[in-house]
């Protein structure tokens, strides 16, 4: 995009102050005790054997398994080894992207997109199939059609697929998980706008339960894979889950995946940095419940964390230019906006009805900018008293850059490292590239 921004010069000039101001940090690791899968492609066949239903199943029986946007670690190795469990019980498994909107909303963009997150027909050793017509099943009780993929429709059997985690919209007794993927998931692009639409209207998770309900009876879905990560993004339990039992089994999965959910270790910052936000790493480019934002619909903001400014450094590749959820932030940098893609963005907009999330911030020309006016925009009474903490991203907020006020503070703690105190560098602007040392990892 060509559009003009004030350069530093003109910004850091409003200021009556400089980086040299700003406090010291300190990189700060907080250490958890971690619940895992020990081998993950066991427990995904394992998974695939408590779901009656393919017992029943003749031999070549297609069956379609849902894969969706998300960047979850083990989601692949999990598909792959259902695939390999089904194929091994004379079935014939095929991929669907279910994923709403995403990919711009149409079949190669899906596709792509399922690429970007390491799901291809070699590595699953199957078909994907990706289309984004859909047929009305039924009604739900606003009496709005409900949408199921007619490459769902036409399989023998829907094996659904989904990480069950708390949603960076709404609170529920149903959220991310097995219902969600089969409404907004299977549903393409049409369901998805209609659930969207629907939920502005009422609750959003009682009409993800009530749609749910319709497509179980409606469709050839015979159960679920429900996987659960760990603060460290790895699978922390994995379990099939069959139809009729998914609308008890979820809100108990839901409630176990809460005590796994990673948080920021500090609850109260007037500057949080995070370097890169994407659909990889939230569907909301970055994690409301890390950010303690949701601007969603008059959904009421969470009470923790306390987050005066949030700055956003960079757009992740596999979003493909997608900036849904830049909103949530009051900067960003001027490279993340050149990669928007406005198309991509506003048709994940639309579908979602919250316009709120696509609205551009505050644009900086350089990251020591974002630092300098966040001292004029936080009501601090100098700069030395900034309370900041810079993340990879809402995926990883258990490492930490962290300013001396934080740092003093999480020191006293027995479960966060806290290193020395040094001052923040840059290098024409720019951060350091991995302060955290996790490409040492």
């Not at 997109?113 to 291809?120: F, K, M, Y």
């Amino acid at each position: 995009m060509n559009l003009e921004f004030p350069d530093a010069d003109v910004l850091q000039a409003t200021n009556d102050h400089t980086v040299a101001d700003l406090p010291r940090f300190a990189v700060a690791r907080r250490k958890r005790d971690l619940e895992g899968v020990d081998d993950v492609e066991a427990a995904a066949r394992g998974a695939v054997s408590e779901i009656d239903a393919f017992e029943s199943l003749p031999e070549g029986a297609e069956v379609a398994v849902t894969a969706g946007s998300r960047g979850i670690h083990d989601m692949p190795a999990t598909l792959a080894a259902a695939v390999d469990e089904l194929q091994d019980r004379g079935l014939e498994p095929f991929i669907i992207p279910a994923m709403g909107s995403h990919g711009g909303a149409t079949a190669e963009g899906q596709r792509e997109t399922l690429e970007a997150l390491g799901v291809t027909p070699e590595r699953m050793g199957c078909e994907i199939r990706s289309s984004m017509a859909v047929e009305a099943v039924g009604e739900d009780a606003l009496g709005r059609p409900v949408y199921a993929a007619k490459d769902a429709l036409a399989a023998d059997a829907v094996l659904l697929a989904n990480r069950v985690k708390v949603h960076t919209d709404f609170n529920g007794a149903v959220e991310s998980g097995l219902s969600k993927i089969a409404v907004i998931g299977l549903g393409k692009h049409r369901g998805a706008e209609s659930l969207h639409n629907a939920a502005i209207a009422t609750e959003f998770a009682d009409v993800i339960q009530d749609r749910a309900g319709i497509l179980l009876e409606e469709t050839p879905i015979v159960g679920g894979i429900a996987l659960l990560e760990n603060a460290a993004d790895r699978a922390a339990h994995i379990e099939g889950v069959p139809a009729a039992e998914i609308p008890e089994r979820e809100p108990e999965l839901l409630e176990k995946a809460r005590g796994y959910f990673a948080q920021l270790p500090v609850d109260d910052l007037d500057l949080l940095v995070v370097d890169e936000a994407g659909k990889e790493k939230s569907g909301t480019g970055m994690d409301t419940n890390v950010l303690g934002r949701y601007s969603f619909h008059g959904e009421d903001e969470p009470e923790s964390p306390s987050i005066t400014r949030v700055y956003v450094r960079s757009l992740t590749e596999p979003s493909h230019g997608n900036a849904l959820g830049v909103g949530l932030a009051d900067f960003v940098h001027r490279e993340y906006v050149e990669e928007i893609d406005f198309e991509d963005t506003y048709v994940n907009i639309v579908t979602s009805g919250e316009t709120d999330r696509a609205k551009i911030p505050f644009v900086v020309p350089d990251d020591a900018t974002a630092f300098v006016v966040a001292c004029s925009t936080t009501g601090i009474a100098g700069p030395e008293e900034l309370r900041a903490a810079r993340i990879p991203s809402t995926m990883e907020p258990d490492s930490l850059v962290v300013s001396e006020p934080v740092a003093r503070e999480l020191a006293e703690r027995e479960d966060v490292e806290v290193g020395p105190l040094e001052p923040l560098s840059f290098e024409d602007g720019r951060l350091p590239s991995d302060p955290y040392g996790l490409e040492e990892n």
